[in-house]
């Protein structure tokens, strides 16, 4: 051990410049490191107290169960770490810029975070007890499951991201609450000092804030994110229109907030085709004026993001309807179920009447076979080609729960001993065909719902992985007025995630 810590001391100096090192263990008391480099290394464990590492640069380094102490890291450049279970004691980060990193699973206790830079960073299951940012620079960052107790946000704390992240003893200026994302109601509430919510939406619109005004209504909507970030980028376009300068912070805001709601399908894939669609008529109506000229680099890129993610929903939802039932016919018919939490505002009927048209001219015209309340159920005889455009659909406006198809046989053809290999696969589709009629058996494929895009009326990008057929498919489903009236409002009108319990189709 002595050997390994008089290694570690002939190495770690004032001004050294160290590359790929492995330090299994660190324990240093009372050194002076100013001007260190470390780059590419790792810290396995250790404890650091009272060492000085003024203007040092940690760069692309991980650092495991290492306990900093009373350091001065004072002016450091701390770009592209990985920190976990480490532990940040009475540390003085003035001036220090922070960047691009992980910490996982840290403590921050009377950290000094005044007129630093922090940004793109990540925490997750962190804590930060009193804490000093005066006059620092902080943007661009997600919090996890974090927990603040003692701070004070003010100037310029921009573009946050919370998430589960509890807040005590804290206070932040209301009108950041435009700028930040991700507090409950109730947090919401406490945090904005007794401020009017709705007169501080009002003065960001009257200064021509109106991405902040939308996100502030993010905060508080709450349930109704498609329509809050689909106004969200149609403020962008209208702070262009205008001539008001927006932030490449604040597109690279609204670009992270768009695939954070997407990838926890908080949005659905026909909001994020939406947005890509006005990002689209942005710059191909581009403007001249100084605003324009600023942000169309930065919104291009934001469009291009969600390109190519359209382009990977187009391929997951071609794989999946391969596997959907095949009909020997246009006149082939099925029956489908949809157990809703309450009646839908619009009826579905409408849409199924579209898509049948759509699908075959020959179709016979859908109709409703009945309905039940309590939870409330709907049963409609459909074409058996028209289930692909029930497919996409239900996928187009995020509906997660799975289309469970079933074929239907005769009575007499059941009545056979049951196969106890199969008992427990049986007793799984119980639980989503408890409302089937009586002469129904199990079989066939269970097909997914996705994430990712949609719009009434828009262009479609093209690409040679996509087969003309399902180009064509969501193009067709896209454009059907029903889809067109449902959008229209906040929650669908009840075709979303949360309303629609099962799905279940029977193959007659």
Known sequence: M?????????????????????????EIVDKNLEYLHLSSSAVLSGGLKRVCFFNASFFSTKFSDVTFAQCNLQSTDICSIWANGCQFLNCDFSEATISDSTFINCHFDNAVFESISLTRCQFIDCSFQDISTDDSTISLNTFTGCRIVGADFKESFYYQTFEKCTFSGVAIAPELLGYNYGFSPEILQSLSQSANLDELCANFTNDGLFVNAAILRINQLQDHYDAAMVACVAALGQMIQNDILVKADEIEFLKGLTMYLQARQQIAPISVLRIWQLLNNYFMCESSNTA?????????????????DYMEFQKKLQEQLVHLPQANSATDMAELQIVYAEEPTLPLLDCLVQFSTLADSRCPEPHMLRTERGSFHEFHEIAVIAIPYVQTFLTLLGVVVPIVIYEKQKQHQMETQPDPAKAEQDQRE???????????????????????????????????????????????????????????????????????????????
Do not use: C, W
């Open 292 to 308: 324009a000229g600023k942000a169309m680099p930065h919104i291009r890129e934001f469009a291009n993001t969600l390109y190519f």
């Open 2 to 26: 002595k050997e390994i810590v008089r290694k570690h001391n002939d190495l770690l100096a004032k001004g050294a410049k160290l590359n790929f090192q492995v330090f299994s263990q660190l």
């Open 430 to 508: 119980k639980k989503v065909g408890q409302e089937l009629p009586a002469e129904t058996s199990s079989r066939l494929e269970i097909t997914l719902s996705l994430s990712e895009a949609g719009q009434p009326a828009l262009f479609l990008p093209n690409t040679e992985v996509i087969k003309p057929e399902t180009t064509a498919l969501l193009s067709n489903v896209m454009k059907a007025p029903g889809i067109q009236a449902l959008i229209s409002s906040a929650d669908f009108s009840g075709y979303n995630k949360k309303n629609i319990h099962s799905v279940t189709i029977l193959i007659q």
